[in-house]
């Protein structure tokens, strides 16, 4: 992981925990997230269950929860999915979808396949609108970054705007519980990066204030619940 990822995606994580638990999850939930990373593990600490994964690495299991090994990028094949993992009652899918080249709504055609029914998919995605994008555009700059020739971390291949996200959403026959748009990160550590962390401890702190006070439409971070029928 980038030197400063975490300090960036602290808020983002502490969100996302408030959300969980206003969604109901407790002790009793069987939660999976979906791309094992430093979150997993905040996860299980905060609920104190066994959280499962699933991405890149060798299945295992311990006391912390299962991990399933699949590539997300292999949906675009039916007949390569994994039908061996249990039914969740919340699957988490944070940052994860603008990482991949596959087509969307086979992604997450098959992460719905391990949602129970009444299930609830929690997915957090960047906003492809969000105003720093639109700024840079009218100044005729690209506001993506190139993609890095690091195939373990490509970075990010397609961003969403929330009326795509509610489109696939519909088209998976979801059920959308909640739509939120926030800032939930720390641009104070947004300056990080392979070669090190460049704190911006002014600008970065007048950017966590102002922020949040941008039209919703405008705002950075996308989190989207939807609910299995």
């Known amino acids: 992981m980038d030197p400063g990822y975490d300090d960036y995606h602290a808020p983002r994580y502490a969100f996302l925990i408030r959300l969980l638990r206003e969604l109901g999850a407790t002790t009793n939930a069987t939660l999976l997230d979906v791309g094992r990373s430093t979150l997993t593990a905040r996860l299980r600490e905060e609920f104190h269950i066994p959280v499962d994964s699933i991405g890149f690495g060798p299945d295992e299991t311990n006391t912390g929860g299962r991990h399933f090994e699949f590539d997300l990028n292999l949906a675009q094949s039916h007949q390569r999915w994994r039908t061996d993992l249990p039914a969740y009652r919340f ?5 994860v979808l603008e990482h991949l080249h596959t087509a969307p709504q086979l992604v997450l055609a098959f992460v719905v396949t391990v949602l129970a029914k009444d299930g609830l998919l929690i997915v957090q995605t960047p906003n492809a609108a969000a105003v720093t ?3 840079k555009l009218l100044l005729g700059r690209n506001p993506y970054e190139m993609l890095r020739p690091d195939l373990s971390d490509p970075g ?4 969403y705007t929330v009326a795509e996200l509610r489109q696939i959403g519909k088209g998976l026959g979801l059920r959308e519980e909640r739509c939120l748009t926030g800032f939930y990160f720390d641009a104070r550590f947004a300056r990080h990066g392979p070669n090190g962390v460049y704190p911006q401890p002014v600008i970065g702190a007048i950017k966590n204030a102002l922020y949040p006070l941008l039209p919703k439409s405008f705002r950075e971070g996308i989190t989207m619940v939807w609910r299995k029928n």
């Open 156 to 159: 990010h291949y397609r961003e």
């Open 91 to 95: 699957v988490v899918m944070a940052e």
């Open 133 to 135: 994008k639109r700024v």
